[in-house]
């Protein structure tokens, strides 16, 4: 500033005015930029903020959704545990999921069956080719396999069951299948012993000479 010119404006003030303007005009660009500085500063910081409550509530709806989808689960699984039939469900012929009663009939652990092919539970590959045929006969129509046969258990022994399978989703094939074992053991060796006794009643009246009525 060259204050010895005698048409400068600081010229008509004191000394301390002269100072407080001078000082005042070397401050003020300088205080400028600070609040332009603090000011960015501040709108960086509220929107941090604003992301952080952003993700904070994506994060506590994620949360609540999680607990949704595992209260479903838990509630699914404990009506699948209690249901009398063995149900799994198989993508190209393995077990990818399957219920307690399942691996009780199959005689398998619930760990063991997973990933596992269902030849384990089929007593011969030809019986195991011939229910893959008519599967991928019935499943692209939307038909349904039920059957009453023999499946082999873990320890050899051969069970009966009425096993009735769909395909998920009839137009492809990959999304699997579901399938529901029944065991029918205990109705087949029902129906034998009845079989039996009437066998054994037709031969002791075919074996005695006389007529005779038996009145109830």
Same mark, same amino acid.
Not at 16 to 31: E, K, Q, S
Not at 105 to 134: K, N, P, W, Y
């Given at each position: 500033?060259?204050?010895?010119? +005698? ?10 005015? @002269? ?9 003020? +660009? ?5 609040? !332009? ?10 929107? @941090? ?10 994060? $506590? ?8 989808? $595992? ?21 190209? @012929? ?24 269902? =030849? ?21 129509? !939307?038909?349904?396999? =039920? ?17 009735? !399978? =769909? ?14 074992? $029944? ?12 079989? $039996? ?20």
């Amino acid at each position: 500033l060259n204050l010895s010119s +005698p048409g400068h404006p600081l010229l008509h003030y004191s000394d301390f005015d @002269r100072t407080r303007l001078i000082v005042v005009g070397i401050v003020a +660009p300088a205080m400028a930029v600070l609040v !332009g500085i603090l000011k960015r500063r501040a709108d960086a910081y509220h929107e @941090r903020a604003r992301a952080a409550l952003v993700r904070e509530a994506a994060l $506590e709806a994620c949360r609540d959704a999680a607990g949704q989808v $595992e209260s479903a689960l838990a509630e699914r699984d404990a009506i699948l545990r209690t249901v009398p039939f063995g149900i799994s469900l198989l993508r190209d @012929r393995k077990h990818v999921w399957v219920n307690h009663a399942y691996a009780e009939i199959s005689g398998f652990g619930t760990d063991e069956l997973m990933g596992r092919s269902t =030849r384990c539970m089929v007593a011969s590959q030809e019986e195991h080719d011939r229910l893959g045929r008519e599967g991928q006969a019935k499943f692209p129509l !939307g038909e349904q396999c =039920r059957e009453e046969r023999q499946l082999i258990r873990k320890d050899g022994e051969l069970r009966w069951v009425r096993a009735t !399978g =769909r395909a998920i989703d009839p137009s492809d094939p990959t999304k699997g299948s579901i399938w529901v074992l $029944e065991d029918i053991a205990e109705q087949k060796r029902t129906a034998a012993a009845l079989r $039996e006794s009437a066998e054994a009643f037709r031969l002791i009246a075919e074996s005695i000479s006389e007529v005779f009525w038996i009145i109830d």
